[in-house]
């Protein structure tokens, strides 16, 4: 499709560090999108290979063979191997991978590459990339493989990495029987311990888990290093697949630097381990014999998560995932190189700035904003550190305007390329920004978000970017275009909306309106709104909703995902009607399907010669404007991760930038053009020229303003706002609403809004005024109205009976709604209650109780018991049927005895065995008939069975407390009733007495009464019960009815008792308290004087009756208050004694709890064996079906070695059979050339022998000599049989015949070489398979031995069980400090008198002991003195032989030995003359060298006379003028004194020096004295005899 022109790549930004390979010994590769790059790390130069597939997947490389590979993103992908620097495809790989590769890897040794592909085949694949084929695959392999990596030494072994595993695969070659055996690691758990010991201890799998490798690296050929994610640093040995642990974080001798660490990275060097994790921080490893040391470290900028060695091991690559690739030489310097930064993240959008430099700018989604040159490298950056939205650049000045998340646009100055500033900002939504958009000629800048509203703001900073206004547009805004093309007077401008009754994603609505190119300022109203008059604006529906559109000369360009087409749309003429908003039906004119995959977004050019279409496959294309038809595609970004995102246009329309929205990659394409008529490219140019000289006039005026905008300081975005919405507006009242803390987050439009609202405020004060007093006194008018209504019925406001009957129905909605949820509640509680009581309370035949002391805070429980099911009943039944038919049967049995050794043996057994059994609850009188003993229990049956017999046991246990304590709770209940009687009587006679005294009346707990839980009383009811006016009736008239029942009932004479005499017959005894004696009328009405005697005498009687009566009273007060009393004794002792009670109850549970826990533990002893039995049954289980296994691996192993036999002895007989041919070749050499002369014969021999160069050259570059390809063979014999090498005189029939000849030799010797390499590796293969099948055969035995040792121990088990022995508390105790639950060991009893006569003993023999020791310990202490002594003689006896030893051996002159024999007088003399003659030779000698050093110093004195005498000559030469000088300064007095001072100071100054020198010179001499002296005595010394040991010693 390249009829109009071509694309290719210029340029591309994007680093992802995953695929980060070296590609040679100076160059890096990795994936960038649908491209790959590669950088020489030496002159820092990128280079863009673009893959001829669907994107890059995985990609690897091989530095040794300069090979790469990766695979495209597509279904049934293929492998592309290429060569470096050549990039020459070597082949492409097709395999069985469905989706993808996860994986791939390439071998140093050889053509090998190893993939992995992933779901849903998970298939691992070793190819040979030379020849195509697939050398070994295994499906489902790699579920969870992230990488891949052959051994460097052997590429037999690959290491498959996973999330949470660790794989080696083996690779078994052989003709056609290659195949992967799998290898899983064992890795330890996080603590360092082992899986086979997690699994040994029956750990919960979920508390302790395996570590997660996250790095590999090979030592050896036979050891892999494992680094962890936990910090652990593992190795494991290939040979046996063992993992030792090399460091632990754990242990307490752990690195404190290695702690925290993490193996993310590990590379073997010659030097060491390097190792980098998440820190930014790499340490060299030194590892020797699992001891782990740092012996470098070096600190990095960021952390590293890829690290790479160069192939010539010097240099070590790091890179992060934030962009930065360092180089780091650890033998050179320790501190890294920085070669690359590139900061990484998708790029959100991307533009070319209209000027001569032709700078990019991209914008990445985490707000990095970046200025890119011409090639591609960076010059600058800004952290705008906001979330962003957008991103567009003007023509008129060097600045670029970017959206934000939270509603704002950014201006950044572009002019310091190495370092953008921020120099203004505006806040416009409270939403983000979802478009910004500048018009060709930079005359305004459009701003749209999710709302309606479109803001237009001046785009020349001469204008302080001021807001001109807004459109409100109709929907959603999905897409905004213009077009201002030539010296137009008018922008026009598209926005392609959604529909408003439609969906809000369907853009079927295009809204074109026209803005003037002079200022518009004016034209907006007083909220900022531009007139609709001024704008011409036309609404237009599409027929099917557009994804994308571009404006064009009265034209629109659009895409439609529906149909998958460009369409051309012809908008007509704008009517004169301005107020006309009668939305248009358009039809496309010209529609071309091209794009299989969409959705995709278009730009026109700014000479509207071609579009660009920038689709989700990933493709571009540039199509002609006029046709469409014809177009150029190139595949810019993958597809799978999401294609494109944007594209633009440089200002010469040549230049294309395109951004994707998950590959991380910024585009530079060049358009070359072609087959395109030059009058249209040449009228473009021309009016590109034009328009560029225009904007360059504009941006000689504009730029300067910009570059003296001052950068926004350090403000917050609210001020920031502020400060520029009031350059903006520049009114004072704009000001004001500025000092308003509250519109720090504040729109334009809502501040702007606020301004007009103030201005009216203050236009409109008075009238407002007017108004707030004619409101106030309505108000006051109405509250004095509402004071007259409230003495007004209520009947007379309920005027509006359909708004009382809606609200009483607004009433009893909500009442109905509380009901409803109430009854809810109620019915929730009801379930809850009975799942309660049905789980917990009815279950439990006997239910958990208390009983309480009256006195004390005694407390006794009860056995709560379960109701036994059927089927328990049943089992019980059956067990207890067998027991009956057992010991009928050893009834039977013993009956046949008649021995009487065998009755005697019967009746110890049968003594021993109730010695056994003997328990706690056969003393309580509970027992079990059916019960075994403990030596009887010897099949898991009778275990089982004896567990029902005790369980019996036990609830027959309970049951008999349970029932002793019921009848002990009957009593405190009627000891309660009987308590709660007599104390309602007692109270009735204390309110006769008038006493104030509180009874004793105790009351049952919950704990004592349970089924109180389960009820509610009355007295619980906090709240009044509601009743409705229904029942509020009835009651009232039930009563009513019960009244008249009553009153027609009762009669005259029970009415005249129970007034008269309260309703009794007779007046009872405590009624004596209520007589009063009334008295006479006359004591009330008369004076004491005017009393008759009759009076009087009636008084006396009266006061006689009140005496009787007081007596009475007082006499039956005592005999209430000593009945009261006598109650009260009686209840506290019937209290006392059912306290008493209770305590023998609580004694006799304590018995009871003894008994049930005894057998209880019985029964946990039976289940445990059980238990015990069944993990040696299924252990057992489990080892057969290992056997079984273990016995199939060895079966198919043996049938492997005698299949790879079988396949050996044929191509044994393949290989002689040859061999003869190949022999045979050489016999009949002559004999095929018999009809040539012998010379020709000679040479044709020679050249019969001469072999391919491509055998050689192998030879020598290989250790292993690998044969050569066919497809090399042919090559390599085609240059031999070429005519140039046939001999002079040979002709050609026979050249041909022999060239046929000697192919089918060499050909014949190919296949000797390739059946005996083959031979070869079968046999390798049959000694592994071998191998292995002793280890299958050695597992055999030991799973057999397992076995067996497993049988014994079954066996065993039932006749080790726990026996329970009785032991009588105080009287028996155990030997040896040991405790009866020991196992394992013999255990003894013995009495307790035994014990302490033992201890009896032993204290004395400890008595004895000590003073035998402390004896011993004195005569020790003396034998060591002696011993000290005898040493010490000894040494001196050895120094004192050693001392007569030298003397003997001393070595005499002829003089010492004369001197020997010479009176000491004689010997004084002869050494006094000898010391005179040493001084008189040392004298002569002195002055010897004392007159060579005089002579020596005269030597050097004369020198310095005539260095003097030439000096004064000098200085004589200087005299004449210095008295001259002289005499110049003669009448200068001051002159003269100084020149005597001069003088003065001379002098001085010579005779200090003359006096250092004497002194100087007298050391010298001093210290040759000195020196002399030291001379004398060494001559001195000399005449001293010698010790050393004669010659014949």
Known sequence: MDEIGSLEIKWIQGFTDKNLKFVDNSTVCYSSGNHICFLNLETKVRDVFQSPGRGVAALTASSKSRIFAFSEQKLSPSVFVYSFPEQQLKNELKGEAQLDYTSLTLSDLGPYLGSCSSFPDHTITVWNWEAAEVICTQSQAGQDVISLMFNPLDWLHLCALGTRTLTVWTIDKGVSLTSLKPRVIELPVTDGSSTEKLQASHTEPNSRVPVTPAAVCWPTASELYVGCEEGLLLCVDLKSYSVSILFNPTSADASPELRKFNFRMLIWTENGVIAAGKEKVVHRLQIKRNQTSITQTWQLERPVTNALLSPDTETLLLSSNTGQIYLLNPSRSNQSVKVLDVPTGNFLAASLLHTDRNTCVSLTENGLLQLWSSDGTLLGSLPLQVEVTGLSCCPIAYYAAAGTASGSVLFVDLNMEEKPRLVHQVHLFHTAVAHVIFDQEGHYLLISGSDSHLYVINAKPSASFTVVGYIVISGCILLLSTQCFGNADKVDVLALCSDQEGKPEDGSLLTVFSLPVEDITDCADRHGCLSPQMLRLSKYKVPLPLTSCALGVGEVLAYCQRNKSLQRFQLPEVTDDPFSQQVVQIKPVQEVKHYPRGPASILLSPNCLWLASLGRDGFLHISETASMEQYTDLLCHSHRLGGGRSVFFSRDSLTLLTTGFNDGSLVCTDFRIRDVEDEKVKNAALCNDTIAHTLKIVFKGENPILINLPELGPLSPGDREQSSESEVSGGPSLDVAIKDASHSTLTWLERRRETIIKEDNEQYSEAK?????????????????????????????????????????????????????????????????????????????????????????????????????????????????????????????????????????????????????????????????????????????????????????????????????????????????????????????????????????????????????????????????????????????????????????????????????????????????????????????????????????????????????????????????????????????????????????????????????????????????????????????????????????????????????????????????????????????????????????????????????????????????????????????????????????????????????????????????????????????????????????????????????????????????????????????????????????????????????????????????????????????????????????????????????????????????????????????????????????????????????????????????????????????????????????????????????????????????????????????????????????????????????????
Request: proline share 3%; hydrophobic share 35%; aromatic share 6%.
């Open 769 to 1593: 005024e007017h108004l707030r007093k004619n409101v106030r006194e309505l108000y006051d008018t109405f509250q004095k109205m509402h004071r007259e209504n409230e003495s007004i019925p209520p009947e007379q406001f309920c005027l509006d009976v359909k708004e009382q009957r809606r609200l009483q129905d607004v009433v009893e909605q909500e009442i109905e709604k509380v009901r409803a949820d109430i009854e809810q509640g109620i019915a929730e509680k009801c379930y809850l209650y009975d799942v309660l009581k049905r789980e917990s309370w009815e279950p439990w035949m006997v239910k958990r109780r208390a009983l309480k002391a009256f006195l004390s805070d005694q407390v006794i429980w009860n056995y709560p018991v379960e109701g036994r099911t059927q089927k328990e009943l049943e089992d019980l039944r059956w067990v207890q049927n067998i027991r009956k038919f057992e010991e009928a049967a050893f009834t039977l049995h013993s009956e046949q005895k008649s021995s009487s050794a065998q009755e005697q043996q019967d009746d110890s057994h049968k003594l021993q065995t109730t010695a056994l059994t003997e328990s706690t609850a056969a003393h309580l009188g509970f027992s079990n008939p059916h019960v075994y003993d403990h030596l009887s229990l010897l099949t898991a049956d009778q275990r089982v069975n004896q567990v029902i017999l005790l369980q019996d046991l036990i609830y027959h246990i309970k049951m008999s407390f349970n029932s002793e304590f019921e009848a002990l709770h009957s009593q405190k209940e009627l000891e309660l009733k009987r308590v709660r009687s007599e104390n309602n009587q007692m109270r009735e006679w204390m309110l006769d007495l008038d006493l104030d005294q509180e009874l004793w009346e105790p009351e049952q707990t919950d704990s004592e009464w349970p089924e109180r839980l389960l009820t509610v009383d009355q007295s619980e009811i906090k709240a009044e019960k509601y009743l409705p006016p229904e029942c509020l009736e009835k009651k009232g008239r039930r009563k009513l009815e019960e009244e008249k029942h009553l009153a027609a009932k009762s009669d005259t004479k029970e009415r005249a008792l129970r007034e008269m005499m309260d309703g009794v017959i007779e007046k009872q005894k405590k009624d004596i308290f209520k007589v009063e004696i009334c008295q006479p009328e006359f004591v009330l009405t008369k004076p004491d004087a005017d009393w008759t005697e009759e009076e009087k005498q009636r008084y006396k009687e009266h006061e006689e009756k009140i005496r009787e009566t007081n007596q009475q009273k007082e006499k039956y007060r005592q005999s209430l208050e000593a009945e009261i009393k006598q109650l009260q004794e009686s209840n506290q002792n019937a209290a006392r004694k059912f306290d008493e009670a209770l305590v023998k109850l609580f004694k006799k549970k304590f018995l009871f709890t003894a008994a049930i826990y005894q057998e209880e533990l019985r029964v946990y002893y039976l289940m445990d064996s059980l238990f015990t039995e069944d993990q040696m049954r299924n252990q057992e289980q489990e080892l057969k079906l290992q056997h079984e296994r273990t016995l199939a691996h060895k079966n198919e192993c043996c049938e492997e070695v005698n299949r790879y036999q079988r396949e050996v002895e044929r191509l044994r007989e393949e290989s002689e059979h040859l061999v003869k041919t190949n022999q045979a070749f050489e016999k009949d050499f002559k004999k095929e050339f018999k009809d040539v002369s012998h010379h020709l014969v000679d040479v044709l021999y020679k050249l019969f022998k001469h072999r391919p160069r491509v055998q050689q050259m192998r030879a020598q570059t290989e250790n292993r000599e690998p044969l050569p390809s066919p497809v090399q063979m042919q090559t390599a014999m085609e240059e031999l049989d070429a005519p140039g090498n046939m001999p002079k005189g040979l002709k050609p029939s026979v050249w041909r015949r022999f060239c046929q000849m000697r192919r089918k030799k060499v050909e014949t010797e190919l296949k000797i070489k390739t059946t005996i390499s083959t031979l070869a590796e079968m046999q390798a293969v049959i000694v592994k398979r071998k191998d292995k099948e002793k280890a299958f055969q050695g597992e055999l035995e030991k799973l057999s031995e397992a076995l067996k040792s497993l049988h014994k121990e079954r066996n065993k088990h039932p006749l080790n069980g726990a026996v329970l022995v009785r032991l009588k508390q105080g009287q028996v105790v155990s030997p040896f400090n040991r405790t009866a639950d020991s196992t394992g060991t013999d255990f003894i009893l013995c009495h307790r008198s035994v014990r302490d006569s033992k201890r009896h003993t032993i204290t004395d023999l400890a008595t004895a002991k000590i003073a035998s020791t402390e004896r011993l310990q004195s005569i020790r202490e003396q034998i060591v003195q002696l011993e000290w002594e005898h040493r010490v003689l000894n040494k001196t006896a050895e120094d004192l032989k050693d001392n007569k030893k030298d003397i003997k051996m001393f070595r005499l002159s002829k003089e010492q030995k004369e001197m020997n024999f010479c009176s000491k007088e004689e010997r004084e003399h002869r050494m006094s003359e000898q010391i005179a003659s040493l001084e008189k030779t040392l004298a002569k000698k002195t002055l010897q060298q004392s007159a060579q050093q005089m002579f020596k110093k005269i030597a050097l004195l004369k020198k310095k006379a005539e260095e003097k005498a030439k000096n004064s000559l000098s200085l004589e030469q200087q005299i004449p003028d210095l008295q001259a000088t002289l005499a110049e300064l003669v009448n200068d007095k001051g002159t003269v004194i100084a020149a005597d001072e001069n003088a003065e100071r001379n002098a001085c100054y010579q005779e200090t020096v003359q006096r250092s020198n004497l002194e100087s010179l007298a050391r010298e001499q001093a210290e040759e004295l000195q020196f002399l002296w030291e001379e004398v005595e060494h001559l001195r010394r000399r005449n001293f005899p010698c010790f050393d040991l004669p010659k014949h010693y």
